[in-house]
């Protein structure tokens, strides 16, 4: 069975070989590479030029921002399944793609398979890991996404459907996972094991976008979670109100 790892960066020079070592060094073998690099011009493109007798395309050009360049990507894509996996990320051993594949590989008709993500500072040290285990709970999946970098996506899922990068600069990958959860009915699978070291401190985990954090947020359970949407509007004037009070009771549905 085929794997496609998407790849794209822009800047990365300080990120992008470690990135690229941890997919080469991987004892699956059976994957197609791809890396759409942004135009970059610090050097990025030097280093990926080092490995690419492991990559399957290589393309650098200017793009829209990451969701388009994702978008470009899957176009080249021939795997049975996808995988996105960006300059900082590393996987958390050796044998990740193989013990991910085998399960995969017994569960075929599982469109959407997922693992346990890492987040990693830039000292390298995990601060969390996102087990996501909560994830048939609709109040749980209209309030967390799970890292795309753990999320092994049949390829079947993007002939005809892309990330919205109209309406999405941070959480395309979020509404995208709503959207084939909620009107596709994507079976999902947990694996019970960590994928990947998520790297923090890129565009969706920097608080000086916070206000594009919450307007998405927004737009995604008004797409998706019509039902419960109203609970958000209460929630929010029950925090500004009366927070104190109200987060304890808060944490027993929101998670």
């Known amino acids: 069975m085929k794997l496609t790892i998407i790849t794209v960066c822009l800047n990365a020079a300080n990120t992008i070989e470690k990135t690229l070592k941890s997919i080469i060094g991987q004892s699956y073998k059976n994957i197609e590479l791809i890396v759409f690099d942004g135009k970059s011009e610090d050097g990025t493109?030097?280093?990926?030029?080092?490995?690419?007798?492991?990559?399957?395309?290589?393309?650098?050009?200017?793009d829209k921002g990451v969701?388009?360049?994702?978008?470009?990507?899957?176009?080249?894509?021939?795997?049975?399944?996808?995988?996105?996996?960006?300059?900082?990320?590393?996987?958390?051993?050796e044998n990740v793609l193989k013990n991910a594949?085998?399960?995969?590989?017994?569960?075929?008709?599982?469109?959407?398979?997922?693992?346990?993500?890492?987040?990693i500072d830039k000292n390298g040290n995990c601060v969390k890991i996102n087990k996501c285990e909560n994830y048939k709970n609709k109040i749980f999946f209209a309030n967390n996404n799970i890292c795309h970098?753990?999320?092994?996506?049949?390829?079947?899922?993007?002939?005809?459907?892309?990330?919205d990068i109209e309406?999405?600069?941070?959480?395309?990958?979020?509404?995208?996972?709503?959207?084939?959860?909620r009107c596709k009915k994507a079976k999902m699978l947990p694996l019970n094991f960590a994928?990947?070291?998520?790297?923090?401190?890129?565009?969706?985990?920097?608080?000086?976008?916070?206000?594009?954090?919450e307007a998405e947020k927004?737009?995604?359970?008004k797409k998706y979670f019509k039902e419960i949407y109203p609970f958000y509007k209460i929630?929010?004037?029950m925090l500004k109100t009366f927070k104190s009070i109200y987060l304890p009771i808060r944490s027993i549905f929101i998670k």
């Open 167 to 181: 309406n999405f600069k941070i959480y395309a990958d979020w509404d995208f996972n709503a959207r084939i959860r």
């Open 149 to 163: 970098q753990a999320i092994f996506y049949k390829r079947c899922l993007f002939f005809d459907d892309k990330y």
């Open 67 to 93: 969701y388009d360049a994702m978008n470009l990507a899957l176009e080249k894509a021939t795997g049975d399944y996808v995988l996105f996996f960006n300059a900082g990320d590393t996987f958390c051993d």
């Open 101 to 119: 594949m085998e399960e995969i590989s017994k569960n075929t008709d599982y469109d959407f398979v997922f693992g346990w993500s890492k987040d």
């Open 45 to 62: 493109t030097d280093i990926i030029e080092k490995y690419k007798e492991h990559i399957t395309y290589f393309k650098s050009a200017k």
């Open 235 to 237: 929630d929010k004037f």
């Open 218 to 221: 927004d737009l995604i359970r």
């Open 195 to 213: 994928i990947c070291n998520f790297l923090i401190g890129g565009i969706s985990t920097d608080m000086q976008n916070s206000k594009i954090f």
